[in-house]
């Protein structure tokens, strides 16, 4: 696992984030204005666009040139949630975040790394945002993603797609520093689950948070 900080020298937060096989470019942009529902309400907004580039995998995905799919739609919604999750305040004017994750090379855990290098990409973009606005810096928490499923019979961790696609069961698991949970996704693929194997995915996954979210605070310098 890397993440590389203002990968993208132009964004005003950017992180480059490679887990396993899995490579996500992160870039988030501070634009003037918010959507129309919140206009005049001086408050700010934050919303996430995700995009899987045409040869991230094995065989060659078509550009969405007409508007995300159901698949892409759902990812970017987890991916705002979570992210403003991690705000604490969006008291910092009519301004609107836009978090933009890339999928470079995908191998499983697209969403899940998405949201692990764009909360770095963010906390850079809120400091850039205070910087020069003089509010107060609105991030709040770091907040990062991770995969875990049951594949064979046991719990794995960060599912790469050849075990997400054998994988009885696959769930997604969003976290706030340090042991608060955003989203649990848990679903049976190909068989039901207990709550023993509940709490043994639960378990390995707040072990990766934990990476997760040292790696963060060391490239933020925390």
Request: aromatic share 6%; net charge negative; with cysteine.
């Amino acid at each position: 696992m890397t993440l590389e900080r203002a990968a993208n020298p132009y964004a005003e937060g950017s992180c480059l984030a490679r887990i396993g096989g899995t490579l996500v470019l992160c870039t988030a942009t501070v634009e003037a204005g918010v959507p129309g529902w919140r206009r005049g309400s001086g408050l700010g907004w934050l919303t996430a666009e995700y995009a899987m580039l045409p040869r991230s995998t094995q065989e060659r995905t078509p550009r969405e040139r007409t508007g995300p799919g159901g698949r892409t739609q759902e990812i970017q919604r987890l991916i705002g949630r979570s992210l403003r999750a991690a705000l604490q305040t969006f008291a910092f004017g009519e301004v609107t975040l836009r978090v933009d994750c890339d999928v470079l090379q995908a191998d499983g855990g697209t969403r899940t790394a998405a949201i692990t290098g764009a909360a770095v990409a963010l906390a850079d973009a809120c400091t850039w945002l205070a910087d020069r606005s003089g509010v107060a810096n609105p991030f709040g928490s770091l907040v990062a993603a991770v995969s875990v499923g049951i594949v064979d019979g046991e719990a794995r961790l960060d599912l790469s797609y050849a075990e997400d696609r054998a994988a009885a069961v696959d769930a997604n698991i969003v976290a706030l520093y340090p042991d608060r949970y955003v989203e649990v996704q848990g679903t049976g693929e190909g068989a039901s689950f207990d709550r023993g194997q509940l709490d043994r995915m639960l378990a390995l996954a707040d072990r990766g948070l934990a990476h997760l979210f040292a790696e963060q605070q060391r490239v933020l310098g925390r």
